[in-house]
């Protein structure tokens, strides 16, 4: 990991700048809200904590040291004040800065083209890994559950970053407890860049924890004195509060101008469909920047878009109109869960497994963003072009086709097969150097499932019977939406749809390379909706 060339003083900025956030926080409190939907008495008065930003607090820290050289990341519960009453118990990666100070699952910075060394040591008191979602990496890198770091070991995970500039993130992966651990906290984000990022930072005027934000956004349940509660076995473990950054109810004051924000889907089983009202509940479109694996070629206009466990979203605000006080919300707006397994296997009692969590699809409040009177904030063009990386469709790619589908038992399966049923063992190879095109296939009888390729990037060429939400997306005649159209690691297939998928399998490693297709989804993914496969010469 390297300091961004062009960005030179952005991370003694962001730890210099921990001080003027502790005095802007103060402010939040004594906001004046203009009537409105967002306004007191209505859904917005809530929202009054500072959103944390990574950098400016501990507990969502930035890695400030020079990661390319090597950093420690050490698991362990870091009690954590999440929200009123008795502190979390969060799990978290520690890292110990070279000025002594503890960041909680910091952010990471990396050049395309550099390098990454972590050394995991494990206190958790079970088995974990880093699993280095969307990056390209071999086998003994992928931290996936076929290399567990004991309690008391350790790992060092080093590896070349081959990807394009884009929001990646790493989490916990250990056979079986992949859940669990994740919704404990076990889980940061990466920020990968390369000249064609930074060229539109310059081009936006865009500042780094100013007005470019990276957004973790997971539910967490919480229960008894404020304890997160995760229960192995359960299925689709939504939670009863969205945090974002960690932060419950966050007000974020965005200076006039353009403001980009990362999300990175970072639940365990949520599905959100992200949007932003202003105080009159009107939808203000965005810019859809990029996706998992990087820049779209072109920005396409949205109002709203699906982010599915796993998945990530680049998005671009135009606030350059606006006033100061002025305030919009980010939700997650309405939308058909088409969760049509329900009944399916034995009885669920969503109400003892999850006591609060709100349904999935319902709209939902998740951030407050107020317009501060700061000047300078982002005012450059948009460029044309984001990105002259051109992603084509190639006829010949080898066909291989996947059924998604759950037993009466209530068994999540992927064609025949089930990881536990299958043992573990790699159910096909792939010729290394290969393209294929897998066809994605779910039954109507099933809810949507996020699936996600480890080690690899891939296109989306095509999604055919999609459902209406999908459908009214769609922006060419292969049925694909803006999302569609840029790398990705994670994509949603709705219950009767078929999405498919190109995949380069080229990759610098030799000899039998084992990685995982699963659902992201993680209580699916534990519950054995994964399979192994082999990438060989
Ligand atoms: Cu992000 Cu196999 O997972
Ligand atoms: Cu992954
Ligand atoms: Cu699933």
Known sequence: MEQ????????RLLLGGAAAGVAAAAGYFGLKYRPGAHGPGHEGSRFVNPLRIPGATARLGEASDAADAGIVLQTGIHPQPLREGALSDVWAYAQKTSSGAVQLNPTLFARSGGKVKVTLENRIGDDTTIHWHGLTVDE???GSGLHPVRHGASQTYEFEVRNRAGLYWYHAHPHGQTGLQV?????GLVVVEDDEELALQKALGLTWGVDDLALSVADK????????????????WVGDKVLINWTQDPVFEARRGWLRLRLANTSNARLYCIGFDDEDRQRLPFHLLGTDGGLLDRAH??????LGPGQRIDILLDLREYRPGDLLMMRSVAYDP??????IGPPEDFAMEHPGAMPMGEDMALMLIRVNDKPGGASGALPERLSLHALGVREDAVRRPFRLWIQDSGRWMINHWNYHL?????????KRGSVERWDIT????SMPHPMHLHGFQCIVTGRANSPKQVVDRAIDPRGRTPQDLGMLDTVLVWPGETVSIQIDFSQPYSGRQRYMFHCHNLEHEDQGMMIGFAVVD
């Open 4 to 11: 961004a060339p062009g960005n030179p003083g952005r991370r």
């Open 140 to 142: 003994l890198n992928d």
């Open 183 to 187: 919704h404990k906290g076990l889980a």
């Open 221 to 236: 349940q919480f229960g008894l004195r404020n304890k997160i509660v995760h229960e192995v076995g359960a299925d689709d």
């Open 301 to 306: 206009r949205m109002e709203s878009v699906f």
């Open 338 to 343: 088409m969760e049509n397994d329900a009944g």
């Open 422 to 430: 299958a043992h573990g063992s790699d159910v096909f190879e792939i």
């Open 442 to 445: 779910n039954d109507m009888r």
